[in-house]
């Protein structure tokens, strides 16, 4: 379960790279200091870039624009599942838990006994590989200790050893290769004394994962309780970059959480760029994900996090699988309305949310069935201009996009950035013709032609008039397209 958004973020989402072109500026040194003070009354973040862009259009020969694209030029989507986990139901498990803290409140009062405690693995399967057909990519939660019914990384009561190890080997394989794992902290329910292992012994809103922590914690102690998940998650040998917070879990404490997850990922798991999903955005709301934690203007990213925000509710059927589906809400059957329409159409990531047991419905399929024909609705309008992608994908992309500095002169680009990223696509306009060449070191890579922008793939250029679309694999440091 998530947040819907958070009112007091603070966006620090630089917009796009930086544009820069060495250039001999002998002729005009009054024009570059009016330039300079022009952008600097209008506030411009990049004064170089916004100059050297100017100076690039004026000279008629060369490469004129060299610019970061969506990848593959198509907007990326995700599917966010939350509450997921193996085999246990917790909309069954975590209803009387719920109810039990917050006694008052009528959505905890519902007949949780009559529903299905187990989300059977052949559904799991019948998922997973329906997505897999549909190219279907994004981030499944597997809780660790899920509603303290057992842990996974020993023992589940209720299920056999057997059991629980066909359920995990089920997600390594089916899963983790479209799907990136994380922990929705360590029961989702009742918080955890880590000196112990056992939940808090009172039961009230203070002593919930949803609400915790109800004062200030510091960054290590927010990160070892992280830290506690993600070793549960790698003793069952499940890869991990990232997690997701169980409502309203961090809160009170937005900033320490951010810096947490970076330290007890890098821990764990040694991540290069760790990320997590807390927020949900509005409709007014951009859902690029958020860079957080540099320094010195993107030069030191040793704590650096990517914040990964969904761009729609959960309307397949809510977090204990009790509600009607409202697919429509997400894209109409004809794909000219809903909030994916709407990302899509904003030319922003499409991230797609939902609850597992939502899905599953108590064993109905409702939420199933609705989020197939969501897809197959997209499927119908928007093959060739959607990409499917994990959650980290999406983020690693939108940081190599927003730390890369590009430079350009004659008929090279040069790319410079801390992080890589696969399907990496410039458009780069300038003179045809065009036969562009990728150089990083020693290895040179020619990239094929293909016919149509929706055709581009990593390897491959697509040329439209006076601007060559080209898509490759970035790689970490300083690259060359010759084109």
Same mark, same amino acid.
């Given at each position: ?137 994004? #981030?499944? *939660?597997? &809780? %660790? ?8 990384? /020993?023992? !589940? ?21 479209n799907w990136d794992i994380h922990p929705e902290m360590i029961t989702h329910t009742r918080v955890i004394d880590l000196k112990t292992g056992r939940p808090m012994e009172e039961i009230h809103s203070g002593t919930m994962e949803n609400s915790y922590p109800q004062e200030k ?66 409709? #007014?709301? *951009?859902? &690029? %994900? ?8 993107? /030069?030191? !990213? ?35 309305a809903g909030q994916m329409v709407d990302r899509i159409q904003k030319r922003e990531p499409a991230m797609m949310l939902c609850h597992w047991p939502g899905l599953y419905s108590h064993g109905t399929r409702k939420g199933f069935r609705a989020f197939q024909r969501v897809i ?108």
């Open positions: 379960m998530t947040t819907m958004s958070c009112e007091d973020h603070v966006s620090r989402n630089r917009q796009g790279s930086l544009c820069r072109q060495r250039r001999s500026t002998h002729a005009l040194p009054d024009r570059r200091k009016f330039l300079q003070a022009s952008a600097t009354s209008l506030g411009l973040s990049s004064v170089s870039g916004a100059i050297t862009s100017l100076w690039a259009g004026q000279e008629g020969r060369g490469i004129s624009e060299a610019r970061f694209e969506l990848p593959r030029g198509r907007v990326p989507a995700s599917f966010i599942i939350d509450d997921s986990t193996c085999l246990v139901n917790m909309g069954h498990f975590c209803m009387p838990q719920f109810a039990t803290a917050w006694p008052n409140r009528p959505n905890y009062k519902k007949p949780w006994k009559q529903w299905p405690r187990e989300i059977p693995d052949a559904f799991v399967r019948e998922f997973g590989e329906w997505c897999a057909e549909h190219g279907v990519k994004g #981030k499944y *939660s597997i &809780v %660790p200790y899920p509603a303290c019914v057992g842990w996974l990384d /020993r023992v !589940l009561p209720g299920w056999s050893r057997r059991e629980l190890l066909a359920s995990l080997k089920l997600v390594r394989e089916l899963m983790v290769p914690k510091s960054v290590d102690e927010l990160a070892s309780y992280l830290a506690y998940a993600l070793r549960i998650l790698k003793n069952c040998d499940l890869p991990c970059e990232g997690i997701t917070t169980p409502g309203g879990f961090g809160n009170r404490v937005k900033q320490e959480l951010s810096l947490a997850v970076g330290e007890a990922v890098r821990d764990v798991y040694g991540t290069e760029l760790p990320h997590y999903f807390k927020y949900v955005a509005g409709p #007014k709301e *951009s859902t &690029v %994900p958020r860079l957080e934690n540099t320094k010195d203007n993107g /030069r030191d !990213l040793s704590r650096a996090v990517m914040n990964v925000w969904a761009g729609t509710g959960d309307w397949f059927g809510n977090w204990d699988g009790d509600r009607e589906p409202q697919p429509d809400r997400y894209c109409n059957r004809d794909a000219t197959l609705s997209l499927e119908g309008r928007f093959a060739d201009e959607l990409l499917w992608m994990k959650v980290s994908e999406v983020g690693r992309y939108y940081a190599a996009k927003e730390l890369a500095t590009i430079r350009y002169a004659a008929r090279t680009v040069h790319v410079d950035t801390p992080y890589g990223t696969p399907d990496c696509t410039l458009a780069i306009t300038g003179p045809p013709p065009f036969d562009p060449v990728v150089v990083k070191g020693s290895k040179k890579q020619r990239l094929r032609r293909v016919g149509r922008r929706a055709d581009l793939v990593e390897g491959s250029h697509f040329v439209d008039g006076e601007t060559c679309w080209v898509c490759f694999r970035l790689e970490q440091g300083q690259t060359a397209v010759v084109v």
